[in-house]
Every structure is written in structure tokens, then in C-alpha cells.
């Protein structure tokens, strides 16, 4: 996600008249960090207790009433002419002698807000998503460019080449989704940027999820991430989001009818805005890793079915949400110990054939009912369904009571069962969303996972 800096005045809920000038940031690194001048949001003499007894005010401050004082559901900010609400702040540093007399104080906001001043104490809604993901391009594969290139065998001036780059925005595709919603993937070609050292253009895709009526803004990120695990599964990557922006249907301005707009229609007349959202999520972005090919892709979205596929991908990600994202945490957390994520992906396969059949049953009858959703493709990647069930379900014991019998053995071991009951629990969750028979041969020729195959079956 960008990072940007702005400067402007920062309050509280029903404290307009207490705005503090300060500084809002945001970086991958730290995430976001306010820094007020001239005081606090709320001192902590407002909050405290006081009693009047024989003309003396005696003034007590008790550790919640310093909690309390640092502690924000919401702020409400604006700034170089947008609005912002940030959500879920604590205050980590403050310098002043007290007793009301504060210098400045530090503020870390969990989630920022740019665009929209949501009213207090309720939670934030929306009734649209607009979802940006890195190398979504090359997961979508179309382009709307086209180049030629001209050699003139006789030229007259001596110029021999000439090049025509043609770009063309591609109509949206647009499928209806199982909770009543609409996914909708759009291309994007703006104009392009000519400079003296020529000209620049670009063209990116965007998924959007919309709704009828409004919901919160946690129910569409969630969605959002389901649309990044999934991508991140086909590609291979830690896809991170670039972008993430809402529509309220109460958040527009009026466009006058005398002054259209020659690159946009507003057919009710209205110019919804967007907001945007930052937070720190845990899948982020990669800057070291080589340019995607399209031989490092495990699926592409045509493999899927399209639009379609993705719909049927988003109702089974839904329903296991929970261990969806236990899975792909050992994905997106970066370097974590061998057992957590071992442990992890193990206890996610139970868990979702939980959500499936609901009931009792040992362990082992779960995982193995999980092998036989994967099918053929997972019986070829380990060879022996039994003997590997076997393991994963002593190795789960152990892990889980702590026993210590096999873990601190045969590590290289322990790192390929843990990267094939990944696989298991990916190839079950394609097969609950009617995943094409292509997608488990694309799968199954791609070089990581032909080299896993040659670990996990060896003798």
C-alpha cells in the first residue's frame, strides 16, 4: 500500500472544539503514526475522579483512567481537503509536565480511513469493495495493448522503424455471487504520461464485490481476502493488496448538468467517492522477488472457469474462513519455526472437515477424508495415502501434547509432510468449489511442486 504524509487538524468524536494540528504517516514498516502538537486528545484530569470535601478538591487518577485516556475508538481528522476517520488508536507516548499542560503526543491508528467521517460508535459500512492486487495482471492474462512495429527496407529520411502502441480498456466481467453480491472484474487504462523522455502508459485489472444494501467494511475485507489467498495460491506469491476502497451510497457529490464530464457518465447525476483503507495486513509485498512469468503460475484465472470459478471460490472460502486463514498465515507470516506451521496446516485440515461434516471422529478418519476429497492428484503426490496419514496424525499428537517423540528428528522430513498437507488442504478446498480437472494438471507440471513430489514419495 502507498505510503503518504499529511498534514491538518485531529479530534475526537463530539470534541470539535478541542482540533489538535498534527501529522498523519503511513509506511509499510510502522504502519501509521500520528503525531499531535500543542497537547493530547484527551487528558487524563478530564476523566479523573474528584470529590470537594471542606474546600479542599482532592483529584485521583487511577490506572483505567490513564488506560481510558489513551485508548481510541475513533478519530476523526482533516486534512489537505480530505477527511479521514482512524480507527482503533492507542497513544504510545505523550511529553508534558500533566495537570493539562502536554507538549505533544504520539498516536498509532490501526485502521485509516481517507475519504469519510463514520459517526461515532458505529461500526463502518459500505455496499462496495474495489480490490487492487499485486500481479493480479499476470494471474487475469489479457492485455489491452497491442504493438506493431514497421521496417521500411527503403526509408527516405533513414529512419527505418516505426512503432504504434494502441491501448483499449476491455469490457468488465461481471458474475452474481451466492450471499447476493456482484464480483466484478474490471480493466483499467488511464491516459498515458508524456514526458520529454516520452511517454508512459500502463493498464491494471481490479476486482469489486457490490451489495444492494450496506455492509460492514470487516465482512467486505474479509472477502478481499479471500480474493488474495486464492490468488496467492495460483501464483505462488505473497500477493499483497495495492489498494483498497469503499463506496457508501451516502458519500457522493452532485454533478451539475451543465458541466458533464467527457470521460465519465453519472447517470443519477451523482460522483460516488472513494474511500480508502490502510492497515498493516500480514501478507506483504515482496520487493525482492524476480518479475512473475507465466510459467511460475500455477493456474491462471482462465484455468478457474473465469469469473465463475472465482464466484464458486469465494462461497467455499466463506465457509472456512477460519481455517483458510490459519492455512495461509504459514504463507504470508514469513520465517516462523517448522512445528507452528507444520502444526497449523495439520489442524486446518481438521477443522475444515469439521465445517463440512460436523459430528465426531478421530483424527485420522478426518485427514484421511480429506485425501480422499483431493483425489488422485494427492494420492500421486505422496504415494502411500495410509502411511502418510499415519504420520501426520502421530506428528499432530506429538506436536499438540507436546511429547517431543519424532519432532526433533528427521526436520527435512517434517518440512515436506508440512508442505503436502498444504497441498491437501488446497486441493480440497478447489475441489468443494468445482475447480476445473485442468487446474490439478496445471498444478501438478509446475517445477515446485514436481519437486515436492520427488521428496514425498522417495522411499
Known amino acids: 500500500m502507498s505510503e503518504f504524509e499529511v498534514v491538518g487538524d485531529w479530534w475526537l468524536p463530539g470534541r470539535e472544539d478541542r482540533k489538535l494540528p498534527g501529522t498523519l504517516t503511513w509506511s509499510a514498516e510502522s504502519g501509521g503514526v500520528l503525531k499531535l502538537i500543542g497537547g493530547v486528545l484527551l487528558d487524563p484530569m478530564e476523566i479523573a475522579e474528584r470529590t470537594h470535601r471542606n474546600g479542599t478538591t482532592t483529584i485521583r487518577v487511577k490506572a483505567d483512567d490513564l488506560e481510558a485516556a489513551g485508548t481510541y475508538e475513533r478519530i476523526y481528522g482533516a486534512a489537505e481537503g480530505r477527511l479521514y476517520t482512524l480507527d482503533e488508536s492507542n497513544s504510545i507516548k505523550s511529553v508534558g509536565s500533566g495537570f493539562g499542560n502536554h507538549h505533544y503526543q504520539i498516536v498509532k491508528p490501526s485502521y485509516v480511513f481517507r475519504g469519510h467521517h463514520f459517526p461515532a460508535g458505529a461500526e463502518p459500512e459500505a455496499n462496495k469493495i474495489t480490490i487492487a492486487l499485486d500481479m493480479l495482471e499476470e494471474w487475469v492474462s489479457r492485455s489491452g495493448m497491442e504493438a506493431t512495429v514497421t521496417v521500411d527496407h527503403e526509408p527516405a529520411d533513414g529512419a527505418n522503424l516505426s512503432y504504434e502502441v494502441r491501448a483499449q480498456a476491455l469490457p468488465p466481467d461481471s458474475v452474481p455471487l451466492d450471499d447476493g453480491g456482484t464480483l466484478t472484474l474490471r480493466h483499467r487504462v488511464p491516459m498515458p504520461l508524456l514526458t520529454g523522455a516520452g511517454a508512459e502508459l500502463k493498464q491494471w485489472f481490479v476486482f469489486s464485490v457490490s451489495y444492494p444494501g450496506v455492509r460492514p467494511t470487516r465482512t467486505l475485507t474479509e472477502v478481499a481476502s479471500d480474493l488474495q489467498d486464492l490468488v496467492s495460491i495460483a501464483t505462488g506469491r505473497t500477493v499483497a493488496f495495492d489498494t483498497l476502497g469503499f463506496r457508501h451510497p451516502d458519500v457522493y457529490r452532485e454533478i451539475p448538468a451543465d458541466r458533464p464530464n467527457l470521460l465519465r457518465t453519472y447517470p443519477d447525476g451523482k460522483e460516488y467517492r472513494d474511500i480508502r483503507l490502510w492497515a498493516r495486513w500480514t501478507a506483504r509485498r515482496e520487493p525482492s522477488k524476480k518479475p512473475l512469468r507465466a510459467s511460475d503460475l ?115 522430513e517434517q518440512y515436506y509432510l508440512s508442505e503436502t498437507a498444504y497441498w491437501l488442504y488446497v486441493f480440497c478446498l478447489l475441489r468443494l468449489a468445482d475447480a476445473p480437472e485442468v487446474v490439478f494438471e496445471k498444478i501438478e507440471a509446475h517445477e515446485h511442486y514436481r519437486h515436492l513430489k520427488r521428496k514425498s514419495t522417495r522411499p
Do not use: P
Not at 490459519?326 to 519455526?337: C, E, K, Q
Open 298 to 412: 500455477y493456474f491462471t484465472l482462465a484455468d478457474l472457469g473465469d469469473l465463475e470459478g472465482v464466484a464458486r471460490w469465494l462461497g467455499v472460502a466463506r465457509r472456512h474462513g477460519s481455517s483458510l486463514a490459519r492455512v495461509m498465515s504459514t504463507r504470508y507470516g514469513g520465517a516462523d519455526y517448522l512445528h507452528n506451521t507444520y502444526l497449523s496446516r495439520v489442524a486446518a485440515l481438521e477443522g475444515m472437515d469439521t465445517r463440512e461434516h460436523g459430528g465426531s471422529a478421530y483424527y485420522r478418519q478426518r485427514i484421511k477424508r480429506c485425501a480422499d476429497l483431493a483425489g488422485k492428484v494427492f494420492t500421486e503426490l505422496v504415494g502411500d495415502v495410509d502411511a502418510w496419514v499415519t504420520k501426520i496424525k502421530d506428528d499432530r499428537n506429538d506436536m499438540a501434547h507436546h511429547k517431543g517423540v519424532r519432532l526433533d528428528k528427521e526436520l527435512a
